[in-house]
Nanobody, 125 residues
Framework: QEQLVESGGGLVQAGGSLRLSCAAAGRTGSWYYMGWFRQTPGKERDFVAAVRWDAYNLAYSDSVKGRFTVSRDNAKNTVYLLMNNLTPEDTAVYYC??????????????????WGQGTQVTVSS
């Protein structure tokens, strides 16, 4: 069974950094797109960043561009999210997502067919 397991969340002060990891298991071959979304209570899950299998196509939301970096290691079937200069507005549950098929819109949650359980990121002011 395919599954994604996130790690690396936690509590950090504003201006600090965290690196999230998401390891994919139970699948042979690479995921086409792997990405990150985040959600706060009462709000929809929002796109954060995504990377295509060949790492040539990266996408970021405007709110994190220049501060966050998404990368992947296909040999380890793992995607990472390095978050720098964090602000309290980045506080959310972060979800890893992966698509097993070719997709044209990596910013949409419905493009992905596998999700992690989420990891909490809390940024204190």
């Amino acid at each position: 069974q395919e599954q994604l397991v996130e790690s690396g969340g936690g509590l950090v002060q504003a201006g600090g950094s965290l690196r999230l990891s998401c390891a994919a298991a139970g699948r042979t071959g690479s995921w086409y797109y792997m990405g990150w979304f985040r959600q706060t209570p009462g709000k929809e899950r929002d796109f954060v960043a995504a990377v295509r299998w060949d790492a040539y196509n990266l996408a970021y939301s405007d709110s994190v561009k220049g501060r966050f970096t998404v990368s992947r290691d296909n040999a380890k079937n793992t995607v990472y999210l390095l978050m720098n200069n964090l602000t309290p507005e980045d506080t959310a549950v972060y979800y890893c997502a992966a698509s097993s098929r070719i997709i044209t819109d990596p910013l949409r949650g419905s493009s992905y067919d596998c999700w992690g359980q989420g990891t909490q990121v809390t940024v204190s002011s």
